[in-house]
C-alpha cells in the first residue's frame, strides 16, 4: 500500500492568484496522477506527473493553468494558476503502486 | 459538510440488509477495475479490485462481480452497516492507459 499526505488540506482563495498543491508519498512511485472532483461530481484526470520529464495532460487541462512538478520519485505538486471560482474543487493526488490510491485531497473554494 | 455526493444516485438500505451497488462501462479494453469508497471529506478508499480474467471475487463483507458481456460490473456488500454510508465509485483500467477512468458514482444511505 501508498500513504499519501497533501498540504494544504482545504484554502480559500481570491480570484486571480494561484495555489500550488504538494503530495508526498511514503514510498517511491513511478506513477503519480493529479484530479480533479467538482462539487457533486466523480473524480477527472487532470495529468500524469512523470518524475524527470515533463507531465502529460488530459484533455482540457493545460501546463499554463496547472502546471505541475514531480522532482522526484516521492513528491510533486500541483499549482492551480490564476484562480476563478469555477476551479473550486478538491484536488486529489494519486499513486499507482501494488494498486491506485488516492491522497485525502485539498479544498480549494476560489472567491 | 463536503458537497462529494449531492447529486449521485443513491440507495437507501436498512441496517444488516445487502446492499448492491452497479456500474456500467463502456471500455471492452478495460482489464482492471476498482471499487473505492469515499466518506465525507476524505479521498477515495480503496476497497477490493478485479481483474478481466475473473468473473468474482470475494473480501470482507464485499463482493465484486464483473460480468464482461454486458460491461457491467457490481459491489456487494453484505450486512450493511451505518459507517458503510458513504459514496462508492467504480473505476476501470487498461493497460494501453494507466490512469483510471471513474464512473459517475452511488451514495449509499444506510438506515439505523
Known amino acids: 500500500s501508498a500513504v499519501i499526505s497533501q498540504k494544504p488540506s482545504r484554502d480559500i482563495c481570491q480570484r486571480g492568484t494561484s495555489l500550488t498543491i504538494q503530495c508526498q508519498v511514503d514510498?517511491?512511485?513511478?506513477?503519480m496522477f493529479w484530479y480533479r472532483q467538482q462539487p457533486g461530481q466523480s473524480l477527472t484526470l487532470i495529468a500524469t506527473?512523470?518524475?524527470?520529464?515533463?507531465?502529460?495532460?488530459e484533455s482540457g487541462f493545460v501546463i499554463d493553468k496547472f502546471p505541475i512538478s514531480r522532482p522526484n520519485l516521492t513528491f510533486s505538486t500541483l499549482t492551480v494558476s490564476n484562480m476563478s471560482p469555477e476551479d473550486s474543487s478538491i484536488y486529489l493526488c494519486?499513486?499507482?503502486?501494488?494498486?491506485?490510491?488516492f491522497g485525502p485531497g485539498t479544498r480549494l473554494t476560489v472567491l | 459538510g463536503e458537497s462529494v455526493g449531492l447529486h449521485l444516485p443513491t440507495l437507501s438500505v436498512q441496517e444488516g440488509d445487502n446492499s448492491i451497488i452497479n456500474c456500467a462501462y463502456s471500455?471492452?479494453?478495460?482489464?482492471?477495475f476498482i471499487w473505492y469508497k469515499q466518506e465525507s471529506g476524505k479521498g477515495p478508499q480503496f476497497i477490493i479490485d478485479i481483474r478481466s480474467n475473473m468473473d468474482k471475487r470475494q473480501g470482507q463483507r464485499v463482493t465484486v462481480l464483473l460480468n464482461k458481456t454486458v460491461k457491467h460490473l457490481s459491489l456487494q456488500i453484505a450486512a450493511t452497516q451505518p459507517g458503510d454510508s458513504a459514496v462508492y465509485f467504480c473505476?476501470?483500467?487498461?493497460?494501453?492507459?494507466?490512469?483510471?477512468?471513474f464512473g459517475s458514482g452511488t451514495r449509499l444511505q444506510v438506515q439505523p
Open positions: 494519486s499513486v499507482r503502486s501494488d494498486t491506485q490510491y
Open positions: 473505476a476501470e483500467n487498461n493497460t494501453g492507459r494507466r490512469a483510471l477512468t
Open positions: 471500455n471492452s479494453a478495460s482489464d482492471y
Open positions: 514510498s517511491q512511485v513511478t506513477m
Open positions: 506527473a512523470n518524475q524527470g520529464s515533463e507531465a502529460t495532460y
